[in-house]
Each structure stands twice: as structure tokens, then as C-alpha cells.
């Protein structure tokens, strides 16, 4: 089994996606939303590239989420922390969520055969089913500014770990892998101090969003694999 890893959504292509297992991660905040309505019992989760798109995906009875900037978007029910979406709030509900990077991250990945979502919260569970495919693996970090973020990084970092112990055939790992590899067994043992330390944990800290990013932090807290089935995001 191969396994990629892009840095940025700014550095993927289409192409690479192709007959392939994708997995998307953006632990600041998306991937981290979405694995945690999905635990919360929502029904799908519906992701939308812009805002205008967002507006248009709607339903009746459908709850309308995201953020620009990491601020909740006006006039939207909910925004993109993980801790706002409740059973009470989301359970039964279908979500459309639009967010600066990790919903344009979902949309980039979409000519794979299968699209996980990935966080530090439910890596374990998302490494075991990316395996259960029998496809090579490319994971995308969404990243922030269309730059590199260290904690998709070590997301990244994590699941190639799993990967590795879980599987009974040779995993190999290109260079950036290697090196997200590298980084999550150096800081294995300070994820949250690494996590509050990168630029967007810095950018959420002066925002007063530090229980946000304890909560993205966490490791292995769900087994839900969120995975995309026509346009919405399902239980795998």
C-alpha cells in the first residue's frame, strides 16, 4: 500500500485522487466538527465550498453552519466548533457546513474513490476503515491561508502510525509522510501543547477559543468515520 501526503489544499490536484482512498484533515476546526456531529447522532453532513452555496444546499429543517475568518458566518444556526454540536442540537438533523478550508478540502478530494474524515479524534477508527478499502491512500491536510498547518501534520503523523501498526502489508510513505511521521512520535506526548503552539492555534487563542482547541485535541475520543456518499458525509 502507498500512502501520500499533501501539505496544503493549495498543493492538491484533482489528478492525484484518482482510484484512491482520500482522507481530509483539518483538526483546526472542520474535520474536528464534523467527526463530533456525526458522534452527536447528525444524520449527514452536507459540505459547501462558499457561503452562497451553502445557502443554496437548505432544506427545510436543515441546520445551516460554518465560519469565515473562524467566526460563526451571520445569520447561520451554528459555527464551526466542535463543542456546539450537540446530540440535543444535531441528532437526526442534516448538516450543510461551509468553512474557509476544510469543506474546499472535501470538494478538492472528490474524483477519489472513497473520501474519510479525519482528526485527532477519531484517528484510530479512520486508519482501521481507510484499510478495510484496499486502495492506496492519499491524505490531505486543508491547512490554513493555503499554508501548511503542524496540527493536520500531526494528524497526519498519527493515522501513518496507525497505519503501519495495523496492517499486515508493507505501508510505504513518501517523504513529507515520512517526516509528519517523524513529527507526531517526536510530540506524541505533548499533542495539545503542540496543537495550542502552531499559527492557528495561536490565531484561535486570541480569540478566546481555547476549549475549542483542547477539544480538537483530544486523541481517539469517537469511532465515527464520517464518509462521503453522493454529496453528503454518512457514517462509514
Avoid: W
Avoid at 30 to 45: F, K, L, P, R, Y
Avoid at 89 to 115: E, H, P, Q, S
Avoid at 219 to 229: C, G, Q
Amino acid at each position: 500500500m502507498q500512502v501520500q501526503v499533501i501539505s496544503s489544499v493549495n498543493e492538491a490536484s484533482s489528478a492525484r485522487f484518482q482510484h484512491k482512498t482520500a482522507i481530509v484533515i483539518d483538526v483546526l476546526r472542520a474535520s474536528s466538527t464534523i467527526v463530533s456531529a456525526m458522534a452527536a447522532g447528525a444524520a449527514c453532513i452536507i459540505p459547501a465550498e462558499t457561503v452562497m452555496e451553502a445557502r443554496a444546499l437548505q432544506r427545510s429543517g436543515d441546520l445551516l453552519c460554518g465560519e469565515r475568518f473562524c467566526r460563526k458566518i451571520a445569520g447561520f444556526d451554528l459555527g464551526n466548533s466542535p463543542l456546539e454540536y450537540t446530540e440535543a442540537r444535531v441528532a437526526g438533523k442534516r448538516v450543510v457546513l461551509t468553512t474557509t478550508n476544510g469543506t474546499r478540502a472535501i470538494v478538492k478530494a472528490l474524483r477519489a474513490d472513497y473520501v474519510l474524515t479525519a482528526a485527532l479524534l477519531n484517528a484510530s477508527a479512520c486508519a482501521k476503515a481507510s484499510l478495510e478499502l484496499r486502495r492506496d491512500i492519499v491524505m490531505l491536510c486543508a491547512g490554513s491561508h493555503d499554508e501548511f498547518s503542524i496540527e493536520d501534520g500531526l494528524c497526519a503523523g498519527l493515522l501513518l502510525d496507525c497505519l503501519r501498526s495495523l496492517s499486515s502489508l508493507p505501508v510505504e510513505i513518501d517523504d513529507f509522510g515520512m517526516a509528519m511521521l517523524a513529527l507526531y512520535r517526536n510530540r506524541r506526548d505533548s499533542v495539545v501543547d503542540t496543537v495550542l503552539g502552531g499559527a492557528t492555534g495561536r490565531r484561535l487563542l486570541k480569540l478566546g477559543m481555547r476549549k475549542d482547541i483542547e477539544a480538537c485535541s483530544e486523541l481517539d475520543r469517537f469511532d465515527t468515520v464520517p464518509r462521503l456518499s453522493g454529496d453528503g458525509l454518512i457514517r462509514g
